[in-house]
Every structure is written in C-alpha cells, then in structure tokens.
C-alpha cells in the first residue's frame, strides 16, 4: 500500500491562511481524484471536510479548499479560527480497492 | 440524523479475540459500503477493512489479513468485526465509518465515535 506523505505540524495566527501538503506518487495521487481530507479535533472522531480533491460537503465552511497540483493534494484553511485547530488527514482509495491515509498534520492556531 | 454507535472494545489479553460491533441508524444501511478504520494511542488513521453493501465484496489491510474478519447483517443494521490472535499492536480505538462511493467519489461521510481496544497481558 502506498504512503502519503504529510508535514507533521503547521501553524498560524487568528486571520491568516495555511495549507498542508498530502504528497504521494503519479501512480496514486497524481493519477485519481480520490483524495479526500479528515478534521479531528482531540478526543473526537475525524470529519470529512473535502472530498474528490476539492469538493466541500454542505456544513463545511468555505474558508476551507481543497486541490491538487501533480502528485501532492492540498488543504487550504483561510481566515484560521481557534475553533480549526485540530489534526488534518488526507486519504486516498487506491487502484487495489483498499484506503491509505497520510500520517496526519497537528494544526495548531497562535 | 445518521448514526454509527460502535460497541465491543475493551481489554483482551495477547492472542485473544474480540467481536466489534457498529450499529447504525438514520439511513438505508443496506444501500450503503462500510468500513472499520482504526487510530493507535497518539497515532494516525490506519484503514482496517471494508465491505460492500450486499457483502459481495471485501477487503482488508496487510496488518489484519487472516486474523481479522468483516461482517454485515442487513436486517440487522449492524457491522461487525471478528478480531482473532491479537496483538499489542492492535491496541487502537476503532472506528465505524459509512463510505460513499458516486462516479469518482470515494470518501468517508460518517463516522462513529470509536471503541477503544487494549490488547495486555
């Protein structure tokens, strides 16, 4: 099973914008738009915020989007507030019908 | 209001067994693919196995495949998940989740709120 590849921590102030990368290889990410992002707050059960790469589910704010750019995905989170601070995966279904999720990125708002 | 209550966890010595379970509610569960995905103490997601919505098909990650076995009663609304020949490494909180699948959608809408196993001696 493939891996993706996610920056373990990324930070910014109330306002401000991030993004947090999910790299994986032209066999997966670069070839499907089956990239899907997860928000789970400590203690919680994950979220889905973005699904097919940078669809938003209804109930998302649109401060969060989602794209991809060859073989990485990414999730940009503008206008950061307290409340988004939280652990970030991306996952992808595979060509062999099974799920990978990326290692996970601690968000932290200053 | 779609539901996913899972039960089943708890302390289970190395070698042991465990049945999950996951109830669900809010939707037509039979129309519907699940999957078990698990989270380690301090660590990421690990996707465990899925099924689809008739049972049809199945599938499993490399970590489990052999010991552990999915399971779906329709009628029931229920997963489950048949843990045999535990290991420390098992020890996780394990989540039901609901996948949609639409054209090239593929992602994770539900999720319940997890059930903790702890496999010790």
């Known amino acids: 099973q493939s891996a993706l590849t996610q920056p373990p921590s990324v930070s910014g102030s109330p306002g401000q914008s991030v993004t947090i990368s999910c790299t994986g290889t032209?066999?997966?990410?670069?070839?499907?738009?089956?990239v899907s992002w997860y928000q789970q707050p400590p203690g919680t059960a994950p979220k889905l915020m973005i699904y097919?790469?940078?669809n938003r589910p209804s109930g998302v704010p649109d401060r969060f989007s989602g794209s991809k750019s060859g073989n990485t995905a990414s999730l940009t989170i503008s206008g950061l507030q307290a409340e988004d601070e939280a652990d970030y995966y991306c996952?992808?279904?595979?060509?062999?019908?099974?799920?990978?999720f990326g290692g996970g990125t601690k968000l932290t708002v200053l | 209001e779609v539901q996913l209550v899972e039960s089943g966890g708890g302390l289970v010595k190395p070698g042991g067994s465990l049945r999950l379970s996951c109830a669900a509610s809010?939707?037509?569960?039979?129309?519907?693919?699940m999957n078990w995905v698990r989270q380690a103490p301090g660590k990421g997601l690990e996707w465990v196995s899925s099924?689809?919505?008739?049972?049809?098909?199945?599938y499993y990650a490399d970590s489990v495949k052999g010991r552990f076995t999915i399971s779906r009663d329709n009628a029931k609304n229920s997963l489950y998940l048949q843990m045999n020949s535990l290991r420390a490494e098992d020890t996780a909180v394990y989540y039901c989740?609901?996948?949609?699948?639409?054209?090239?959608?593929?992602?994770?809408?539900?999720w319940g709120q997890g059930t903790l196993v702890t496999v010790s001696s």
């Open positions: 996952s992808l279904y595979t060509s062999s019908s099974t799920w990978v």
């Open positions: 099924i689809s919505s008739s049972s049809s098909y199945i």
């Open positions: 989740a609901r996948l949609v699948v639409a054209a090239t959608s593929y992602y994770f809408d539900y």
């Open positions: 809010g939707f037509t569960f039979s129309s519907y693919s």
């Open positions: 097919e790469v940078s």
């Open positions: 032209s066999s997966d990410v670069g070839s499907y738009n089956r």
